[in-house]
């Protein structure tokens, strides 16, 4: 699948000890040239929706958004207002990511004095969710996270960007698979593809090998599509490839890696 579409870059960020340390990442992630600057849901303990206007309002070209918002967490029409809002007090520059939610999301869920109930009623919560998206005049551009059938088809009809929630230890055969499948519901539909990176480099990272059962050096022994070398010239020609292969145009990593990412966005475009 050959895409035309130029790469895009973007960081996730999910620690913020105050709103200095908040808008500092901002102005970092612009002055380095990357695209988009993501808040994961919460951020610590934060609500994201409470920090991303403070991203853009430090930032003059840096597209903020949401990576992603948790369904469960939120009321449709409040959220309609609110991405309405961000939409326009940013002149566009906000991007509304949606997700139902990773299994563990149902204490936080319980918290706010919400249901999180199972995934196919998640996935149809979140529909109707979208629908009310769509009735605003004006809304951001919608990411949806997904790999499940029931996830890409939705993203197939409704979202503008998708980013592929494949698991860390994903290879280029089982990513043939979910792509295949996504396309098989979009038809001729045109949306932009994105990938979240687990890592960049092979150095191990204890944090990781917590939260996921397995190390860097492993996924980098096991080829996961997850991980790109840290050197800028053979992880340029790895994502020239992945855009040939699946389309994908829209890349991103966690905040821990924001610099030897960008050096990776800097080499590529000297590519043109």
Same mark, same amino acid.
């Given at each position: 699948?050959?895409?035309?579409? *130029? ?46 206007? #403070? ?14 918002? $948790?369904? *469960? ?29 990773? /299994?563990?999301?149902?204490?936080? #869920? ?29 809304? /951001? ?44 519901? #979009? ?11 687990? #890592? ?8 990781? %090998? ?24 053979? %992880? ?21 890696? $924001?610099? *030897? ?12």
């Amino acid at each position: 699948m050959t895409t035309t579409k *130029p790469f895009r870059f973007g960081i996730v960020a999910g620690y913020a000890p105050d709103l200095e340390s908040w808008t500092a990442q901002a102005r970092r992630i612009e002055e380095l040239g990357l695209d988009t600057m993501f808040a994961t849901d919460p951020v610590g303990g934060l609500d994201p929706l409470t920090l991303v206007p #403070a991203a853009a309002a430090v930032t003059s070209k840096l597209t903020v958004g949401t990576f992603v918002l $948790a369904d *469960p967490f939120r009321d449709a029409r409040t959220l309609a207002w609110q991405a309405d809002s961000l939409h326009q007090a940013t002149g566009g520059r906000f991007l509304l990511g949606l997700g139902v939610g990773h /299994p563990g999301a149902g204490k936080h #869920a319980a918290m706010l004095g919400r249901e999180f109930l199972s995934p196919g009623e998640r996935v149809a919560r979140l529909a109707d969710t979208i629908e009310v998206l769509a009735q605003r005049p004006e809304r /951001p551009r919608l990411l949806l996270a997904g790999s499940g059938p029931k996830m890409l088809a939705l993203a197939a009809r409704t979202a503008d960007v998708v980013t592929f929630s494949w698991g860390p230890r994903t290879t280029e055969d089982q990513a043939d698979s979910i792509v295949d499948t996504f396309r098989s519901f #979009a038809g001729s539909r045109d949306v932009e593809l994105a990938v979240n990176l687990t #890592a960049i480099g092979d150095k191990s990272s204890p944090q990781l %090998a917590r939260y996921t059962g397995v190390d860097v050096p492993q996924l980098v022994a096991e080829k996961a599509v997850t991980v790109l070398p840290e050197n800028p010239d053979a %992880a340029g020609e790895m994502l020239l490839r992945w855009r040939e292969r699946w389309g994908i145009s829209c890349v991103t990593v966690n905040s821990g890696y $924001a610099e *030897p990412f960008a050096a990776i966005a800097r080499a590529l475009s000297a590519q043109g």
